[in-house]
């Protein structure tokens, strides 16, 4: 192979620009918010040129890998990725001041291994889809990584239609439960940043019922104060952020932040109340984000994250059942995959990883 590929170091705040949340300024400012050191970069060769958002995962004074969320975002063939992914990973390695022990790419490609109308059998075993990804590069070089950061399988609900359509599109009994919610009274309200410790509470009380890590209040201030920072000085470079509620007789039972960046909405956390689950407040929480998203211009609403299909004895099944519900499509994308810099320090670390959930977890 002959290295074309051109990398260069750039303000990620200034020139990542890319239509994906997870690589926009906006992502950089926040990372950067909550204690990250990010990198731009900026890429180029004969097919392709681009920014990555990158952002470094250290453990004490050990840079321990570059984990790049939801990018490149280049649309390739699948027999031209795994080349230009070896290709960039080289260049990048050749160019950055510090010393990951690897590089941890999120790829926005679909899956190879899903065709359009069959039914998902899940993915290969790792080495299945490494001889794939590595198919013509010559070298073995591209791992897949031992657990993902991102979910790899999210619906993403198209949103250019009208209401009726919408519901038409969603299965009977989702349409039964937004009208139930409405029927029980339940009202849906847009609370911003004030509604954050109300909302906080109930999704700590979510966290611990699902077994899942908790993030401080300030994390989601962090959040919405990256956002209203970088709208102040240039509204076009950050997207609007909601926190959508539901409410029952003035209680916050359900409620969900949402971000609208590029004509598409983003699902980012959820919570609600286990005391109140015959009221319906998700549906109806989750009804009042599609139109507003569309109401902002938004042509689909990513629901980010859930269990790869439909497996009743999959922990998360209900999950699957209750997004799949609204109409969307279901997506499948390649996860995570590393590229290793110290191949043994790399060994070490892949060793220590367990595979875990990653539904609500974000780079």
């Known amino acids: 192979m002959i290295a074309t590929m051109r990398v260069m170091e750039v303000d990620p705040r200034e020139s990542c620009s890319a239509a994906n949340l997870l690589q926009s300024p906006f992502w950089a400012h926040f990372k950067q918010r909550i204690g990250h050191r990010t990198l731009g970069l900026r890429f180029e060769d004969c097919h392709a040129e681009g920014t990555l958002l990158a952002v470094e995962r250290a453990v004490g004074s050990v840079h321990e890998h570059l984990y790049i969320p939801h990018g490149p975002e280049v649309m390739l063939p699948e027999t031209e990725q795994g080349p230009f992914l070896l290709e960039l990973s ?18 926005p490609w679909e899956s190879p291994f899903f065709g359009e109308g069959e039914q998902w059998p899940g993915r290969p075993e790792a080495r299945l889809q490494e001889l794939r990804m590595n198919f013509g590069t010559g070298r073995r070089d591209l791992r897949k990584a031992p657990t993902d950061i991102q979910p790899p399988d999210t619906v993403i609900v198209d949103l250019q239609h009208d209401d009726q359509t919408l519901l038409s599109r969603m299965r009977p009994k989702t349409r039964y439960n937004i009208r139930l919610a409405a029927r029980h009274g339940v009202v849906t309200t847009d609370e911003g940043q004030d509604g954050l410790p109300e909302w906080h509470r109930l999704y700590c009380r979510t966290c611990d019922h699902q077994r899942i890590v908790c993030e401080g209040v300030d994390y989601f201030r962090s959040l919405f104060d990256a956002a209203s920072a970088d709208r102040a000085a240039n509204p076009r470079s950050a997207p609007r952020l909601h926190l959508f509620a539901a409410r029952y007789d003035h209680e916050m039972v359900a409620g969900l932040i949402c971000a609208v960046w590029k004509r598409k909405a983003y699902y980012l956390y959820g919570a609600s109340s286990r005391v109140h689950r015959n009221l319906m407040a998700t549906y109806a929480v989750q009804w009042h984000t599609l139109l507003a998203a569309r109401t902002a211009g938004c042509s689909s ?49 892949a060793h220590a990883q367990t595979c875990h959930s990653a539904y609500h977890r974000r780079g």
């Open 90 to 107: 080289d260049a990048i390695a050749a160019t950055i001041d510090s010393h990951p022990t690897y590089l941890r790419y999120d790829l």
């Open 301 to 349: 609403y990513d629901m980010f994250g859930v269990p790869p299909r439909d497996n009743p004895a999959h922990p998360m099944y209900g999950l699957y059942r209750f997004k799949t519900g609204f109409g969307g499509r279901v997506h499948h994308f390649r996860g995570c995959w590393d590229y290793p810099i110290d191949a043994a320090e790399y060994r070490a670390h």
